[in-house]
């Protein structure tokens, strides 16, 4: 049985990804197949990934893979903010700021609600 607040922290969590995803995917709308060729070849493929890796997260919260789910969102926002915070610091690329403030806040909320979230074993039946 899912509670109230689950319900709230999935729908956060996914709506989180849902950003993500159509960010990028409108980034390559616009910008066309490289459109982070400013960032090094390693960091161009990793946003470019994040569209496909975005909408994992949202299919499998839709179909109930709630462990699957959460596991992917960990290692991409981990990935991420790693990965923009080296662009900002290291890259001077300072327009990534404001994101990685975003970004930062949302590891924040998904690592603070995982524990509450992750699927525990259902209690075995006593005899």
């Not at 960032?39 to 990934?49: D, E, I, Q, T, V």
């Not at 569209?51 to 997260?57: E, I, R, S, Y």
Request: with cysteine; net charge positive; glycine share 12%.
């Amino acid at each position: 049985m899912t509670r109230p607040i689950e319900k709230i922290l999935l729908g956060a969590i996914g709506l989180g990804f849902a950003i993500g995803c159509i960010t990028h995917a409108l980034d390559f709308w616009w910008f066309g197949w490289a459109p982070y060729a400013f960032g090094p070849p390693a960091l161009n493929l990793f946003w470019n990934s994040l569209v496909l890796l975005d909408g994992a997260v949202i299919v499998l919260l839709v179909i109930g893979r709630r462990r699957w789910a959460l596991g992917l969102a960990l290692a991409i926002m981990l990935g991420d903010v790693a990965a923009n915070s080296y662009a900002w610091a290291a890259l001077g690329l300072i327009e990534f700021q404001p994101a990685l403030v975003a970004q930062s806040g949302f590891l924040g909320l998904l690592l603070g609600s995982v524990g509450f979230l992750w699927p525990r074993p259902a209690a075995k039946a006593r005899r």
